[in-house]
């Protein structure tokens, strides 16, 4: 996977005083977890909108004051009014060191059921992996191409490589076709037309 490029710079102040001040500058207070030792930084919004605002999984690269790290964002806080990044946890990769991720789940294929009139309905967005960094992928391909109308498809239906251990249930499913209500009623009535037949065949 390709590592995104951001510049950040190392913090002293580690109080609420010292965190209102530096978002009052415009930066983003942030801890580099992972390598035995934390490190207090902040970034700018920008460097990090790229990171944050999409559905893809992406690795990092800090330029920490020249120094480089790779990581990915573990947990992220938002100000509840104004939807502002207000503090990032990233961990670092360690190279043969195994971590867990959560990656987007990517379908391929077309739905039988799809194609009749059925939806597709997502229950699970991302799955949980464990691998070491080298090993990490940005998203599982999930083939939709034998899910009927009514139908689902599970975590172990994905396409997994083997260097990569899936964390999340097997069982658990991760999308279902769904039976649209039009199509729910046309059997309903037709379940209904058979059984009037049936009663007039045997009076």
């Avoid at 530096?22 to 970034?43: C, F, Q």
């Avoid at 309903?188 to 009037?196: I, P, Q, S, Y």
């Amino acid at each position: 996977m390709d590592y995104l490029s951001i510049l950040a710079s190392k913090r002293e102040g580690t109080g609420k005083k010292a965190m209102k001040s530096l978002r009052k500058e415009g930066s983003i207070p942030a801890v580099l977890y992972g390598s035995g030792t934390n490190t207090n930084l902040s970034v700018k919004p920008l460097a990090v909108r790229d990171l944050i605002y999409t559905s893809e999984f992406k690795l990092a690269e800090l330029n920490l004051d020249g120094s480089k790290h790779k990581c990915f964002v573990k947990d992220i806080q938002f100000d509840p009014i104004t939807d502002e990044i207000r503090h990032i946890d990233f961990l670092e990769l360690i190279k043969g060191q195994p971590v867990k991720v959560n990656v987007p789940v990517n379908y391929v294929g077309e739905s039988p059921g799809v194609k009749v009139g059925g939806s597709l309905m997502s229950q699970m967005r991302s799955i949980k992996i464990k691998c070491t960094p080298e090993n990490i992928v940005s998203s599982l391909d999930l083939d939709i191409s034998g899910v009927e109308l009514g139908g689902a498809i599970r975590v172990r239906d994905l396409t997994v490589p083997a260097n990569i251990e899936v964390l999340s249930v097997s069982a658990a499913p991760v999308a279902y076709v769904e039976v649209p209500r039009a199509l729910k009623s046309a059997a309903t009535a037709e379940a209904a037309e058979g059984e009037e037949e049936t009663a007039g065949e045997g009076e």
